[in-house]
């Protein structure tokens, strides 16, 4: 599927090239003519689901056994989730933990790229810096976007009490020592804004582009949901995939999305930080929502003022309609396993109420 670089209809340089319906060459099942385009991509993009799931299945491998090696490092009992006490052990402890999140998440990652030959400034388009004039009224609506993600997480977590059922929130906890709590705070923040932007707006989303804008945008973020396994995050972020994928297909720099990504994640843990020390009140608390929602309404009429067309995805150019890419691609081999091992760890976490 290798090829020279072209511009695709959204002006992203593609890899690939389609099959030409005047050469003709022996294939199974079609005997001497070539394969219909539509049956290429098909199998490409059958071949693609694969490798994210294998991606999936590797990330969640790896999430399960670098802790453990990590735990036989720190001398704690395996599985224990117990922050040390000594203050220098705090900090390896966030060190290494972060370390872990990377590494379980980007390498297989960088192995389904490499099989499927992704060039990397297509993987990942890093070239164009997002404008400022783009970013900032952009950045109110995510806030903006948390607030109604935060709705929706209560309101989960309300329906799931009312049939009997909890979900158990695990908090990292809080170090004691500066040191350690400026690796908590990395954590948190620029260390999943990082690689996850990377990961799920990067190659995995910029590879199916070729599949549609919008086939991609919608998958990707359904990815990026089951990533966080916790029923009670879902709702927060499948919408919030959904608006940073789309900002970073508007803007065509994969920076759009780590920015977006990182100042959600730094408001939450100002929120997190002053709830703890301080304490919120709830009139405070509702002030402070209100005013995030009113700011992303003001930055949003301004983002369609400005480009009328702001929310417009291109029409696809694939050559099966969207039902059928959905089909072909969750009915692959492997990927509904993957799918559901990343609901089994979310599930994980519920508890009935006794």
């Avoid at 980007?106 to 890093?126: D, E, H, K, Q």
């Avoid at 900032?136 to 009997?164: D, K, N, Y």
């Avoid at 916790?230 to 994969?254: E, K, R």
């Amino acid at each position: 599927m290798s090829g020279s670089p072209q511009n695709n209809h959204t002006g992203s340089p593609v890899w690939y090239t389609q099959p030409h319906p005047d050469e003709y060459s022996y294939n199974p099942g079609y005997g001497f003519f070539q394969k219909p385009p539509s049956a290429a991509e098909t199998d490409a993009l059958r071949r693609y689901a694969m490798g994210i799931a294998a991606a999936l299945m590797g990330y969640l491998a790896l999430g399960a056994l670098l802790p453990l090696i990590v735990a036989s490092l720190l001398g704690q009992p395996a599985g224990s989730a117990a922050l040390p006490r000594n203050p220098s052990h705090q900090a390896l402890y966030y060190m290494i933990s972060g370390l872990v999140m990377a590494v379980s998440l980007s390498v297989p990652f960088v192995f389904y790229g490499l099989a499927i030959r992704i060039p990397r400034p297509v993987a990942l388009p890093t070239a164009r810096r997002p404008q400022l004039s783009f970013m900032l009224p952009a950045a109110l609506v995510g806030l903006g976007l948390s607030v109604i993600g935060r709705f929706f997480m209560l309101t989960t977590a309300a329906l799931l009490g009312s049939i009997g059922l909890t979900v158990a929130v695990v908090e990292p906890q809080m170090p004691d020592s500066l040191l350690g709590f400026v690796l908590y705070a990395l954590n948190l923040t620029v260390v999943p804004a990082l690689f996850e932007e990377l990961v799920v707006r990067g190659v995995v989303m910029q590879s199916l582009r070729r599949f549609g804008d919008g086939f991609a945008l919608i998958t990707s973020s359904l990815l990026f949901m089951l990533l966080h396994q916790s029923l009670l995050q879902y709702p927060n972020a499948l919408l919030m995939g959904l608006f940073i994928g789309y900002a970073v297909l508007y803007t065509g720099s994969i920076w759009t999305g780590v920015i977006l990504h990182l100042v959600n994640n730094v408001s939450v843990l100002i929120l997190m930080v002053v709830e703890r020390t301080l304490g919120l009140p709830t009139p405070v608390a509702l002030l402070y929502y209100g005013a995030m929602l009113l700011a992303a309404l003001v930055a949003l009429a301004f983002l369609v003022k400005r480009s009328p067309a702001l929310f417009c995805i291109p029409a696809s150019r694939a050559l099966n309609p969207f039902p059928a890419l959905c089909r072909i691609f969750y009915s692959a081999p492997m990927v509904l396993p993957a799918l559901l091992a990343l609901l089994l760890t979310a599930l994980q976490g519920m508890r009935v109420a006794l």
